[in-house]
Each structure stands twice: as C-alpha cells, then as structure tokens.
C-alpha cells in the first residue's frame, strides 16, 4: 500500500534517520510502499539524503524551503496537494535551538527559534491536518524534546518553544480523536547531531543517536490503525545532559 509520508528537517540528524529508517523498513518487508517527501533549507543535503533512499527503492520528493516563513510553509502545503494529492504521516521534526545563559539570548535568538519551532510547526500542520481529517486517517508525529516537560539552564528560548510545542500536540489530540487521526509526541533526550555543533568524545559518548530515534517512529507508524502510541520518551541511558 502507498503511503505518503511528509518529513520535515529531513536533511540532517533526527529527521534524516527517520527517512532512512521508512526506506529501510520499505526495502526489508516489501509490504509498505512509501512516497518520502523530504523537506529543509538545504537543498543539497536533500539531494543526498533522496539518493540513499531510492537506493533501498523508495520514491521521494524533496522540497527545499524554509518553515520560519508563513509564505513557504503554504507553498510546502500546495506542493503536497497537488503533487501527491493526500498525506499519509507528517514528521513536524525541523527545529532548531539556540543555547546559552538566559542573560545573553537575543530577540534574535528568540524570533529565530519561535519562527521554525512554533510558527511553522503550527501553520504546516493547520495546512496539512484537513486532508486527514477528511479522508478519517493519518499520522502526525511532533518531535518536541524532554525540553518540553523539564527545564535546562542554557536552553531558556529552546524550552519555552519545546513546552509551546507541547500544548499544540495536545491540542491537536482533541481534534485528531475526533476523525481517526493519530498523534505521537515523541520526546528524545540528547541526540547526537549536527544542532550541537563541535562537540567532545566525552560528551558525544554520552548521547543517543539519531537511529535511536527514528526506530520507534517507524515502529509507532505500523502499529494497526487502531493503536496509537500517544508518547514516546527516550533517554540516554546514564540520564539528561543537565548543563545543556
Ligand atoms: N539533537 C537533540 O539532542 C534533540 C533532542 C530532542 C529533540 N530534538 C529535536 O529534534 C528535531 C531535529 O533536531 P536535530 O537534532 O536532528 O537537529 P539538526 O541536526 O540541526 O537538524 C535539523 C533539521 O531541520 C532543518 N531545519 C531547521 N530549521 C528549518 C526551517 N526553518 N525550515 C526547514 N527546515 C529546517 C535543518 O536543515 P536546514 O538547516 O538545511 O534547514 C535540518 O535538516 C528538532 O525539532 C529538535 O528540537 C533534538
């Protein structure tokens, strides 16, 4: 059966595992058919990420735009319709994260992390919702943070986006219910990718990976249509990076 999924920071880290990990399902059990429609800024990273896929056979689609900007999140939403007509899985995975003492973050900091975070997380899934809500099925998964339960010294902008994130997905439980929709928040602790930046072996020895991740997602997916799994909470193994 076709499915397709929409994927969002699909270009690097988290979301990247999680396309390769569909494709991969795709290949080894024959049985699912998805169309990956891969989205982020950077059209190369797109491009590469689209190449490993199709070589476990799998069709995809990339879109380069940038879901700060209301205008591209709607032409992301257009794309999709009239290039694929429906939508099976949407990832709200892109985000990004700005970190440092409360006293030094910017409105910079602030309107940057807000715009990818909150505002095109919350508009591409207003654009999307619909067609699922019509069609009585679909997935939307969220990858908030455990930043969006608990507090970090350096990630105030960060959390506050992560816990606003949170209140969407359980808004969106309300109408999701109502017409057969599924809704995870998947809520990982550290993962080791590029939104970190540089860091040691000490530290990076300490996170999860992003195939870590994107395992249970794909596992969350297949489940029958009449399980969802609300939540999905992953940690490293010896606990949070409390000074992140
Ligand atoms: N890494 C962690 O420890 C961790 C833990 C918990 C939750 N998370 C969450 O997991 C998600 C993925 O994080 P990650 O660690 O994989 O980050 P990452 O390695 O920095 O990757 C983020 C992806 O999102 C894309 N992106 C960022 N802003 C975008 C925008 N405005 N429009 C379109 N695409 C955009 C980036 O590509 P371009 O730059 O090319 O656009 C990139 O492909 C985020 O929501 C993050 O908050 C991460």
Redesign the pocket.
């Known amino acids: 059966m076709d499915h397709t999924i929409l994927i969002?920071?699909?270009?690097?880290?988290?979301?990247?595992a999680i396309a390769l990990a569909f494709a991969k399902e795709a290949k080894n059990t024959q049985q699912f058919n998805p169309v990956l429609v891969l989205?982020?800024?950077?059209q190369e990273?797109l491009d590469s990420l689209a190449q490993e896929c199709q070589s476990h056979g799998v069709r995809t689609d990339t879109i380069a735009?940038?879901?700060?900007r209301l205008d591209e999140v709607n032409m992301l939403a257009d794309h999709v319709t009239r290039h694929h007509h429906t939508i099976d899985c949407l990832v709200n995975?892109?985000?990004?994260?700005r970190f440092g003492p409360f006293e030094s973050m910017t409105e910079e900091d602030f309107d940057y992390t807000m715009?990818?975070?909150l505002k095109?997380t919350f508009f591409l899934t207003q654009a999307i919702f619909p067609i699922m809500k019509e069609k009585r099925s679909g997935h939307i998964f969220f990858?908030?943070?455990?930043?969006a339960e608990k507090a970090f010294r350096h990630s105030s902008i960060?959390c506050m986006s992560?816990f606003g994130q949170k209140g969407l997905v359980e808004t969106m439980r309300l109408y999701a219910r109502e017409c057969n929709v599924r809704i995870t928040d998947v809520m990982?602790?550290?993962?080791f990718?590029?939104?970190?930046g540089e860091v040691t072996d000490d530290f990076r020895a300490l996170?999860m990976m992003?195939e870590d991740i994107a395992a249970p997602i794909v596992q969350a997916y297949l489940q029958p249509g009449r399980t969802t799994v609300e939540e999905i909470v992953l940690r490293p193994t010896s606990g949070d990076l409390q000074d992140a």
């Open positions: 969002t920071g699909a270009g690097k880290g988290i979301g990247r989205c982020s800024r950077n990273d735009c940038d879901l700060g995975n892109a985000g990004v994260g715009g990818t975070n095109g990858i908030t943070s455990v930043a960060y992560k990982p602790g550290a993962v990718t590029p939104m970190w996170m992003p």
